[in-house]
Nanobody, 128 residues
Framework: QVQLVESGGGSVQTGGSLRLSCAVSGYFYSLYCLGWFRQAPGKEREGVATIDNIDSTSYADSVKGRFTISRDDAKKTLYLQMNSLKPEDTAMYYC??????????????????????WGKGTLVTVFS
């Protein structure tokens, strides 16, 4: 089994930064892909950034150049560095993991199929 626990959310002014963390427990080294997804009120869940087991990454167009996903396998932790935050980044952010052979790009687009494990989320609010 795999458990995911997110942290690092909060409220920040437009243009500010936050760093999200996702602590992974369980069979970490069996995971092919990790990623961040978000859901804003009244909107569907969308992929934000994903990283696979060969460190290939994939980003949503809306966050390219502003967000950076990374993983520290020794610490079993996934990160999302978010810079130049905008009010439209306000959402609940979820960490997810896949135990299937999945590329970063596949996981970003089809999380419902690709990802097997989900955290409970951390809230990010960006105010102007």
């Amino acid at each position: 089994q795999v458990q995911l626990v997110e942290s690092g959310g909060g409220s920040v002014q437009t243009g500010g930064s936050l760093r999200l963390s996702c602590a992974v427990s369980g069979y970490f080294y069996s995971l092919y892909c990790l990623g961040w997804f978000r859901q804003a009120p009244g909107k569907e869940r969308e992929g934000v950034a994903t990283i696979d087991n060969i460190d290939s990454t994939s980003y949503a167009d809306s966050v390219k150049g502003r967000f950076t996903i990374s993983r520290d396998d020794a610490k079993k932790t996934l990160y999302l560095q978010m810079n130049s935050l905008k009010p439209e980044d306000t959402a609940m952010y979820y960490c997810a993991a896949s135990s299937k052979s999945t590329t970063a790009s596949q996981a970003l687009v089809w999380p419902g199929v690709a990802m097997d494990y989900w955290g409970k989320g951390t809230l990010v609010t960006v105010f102007s």
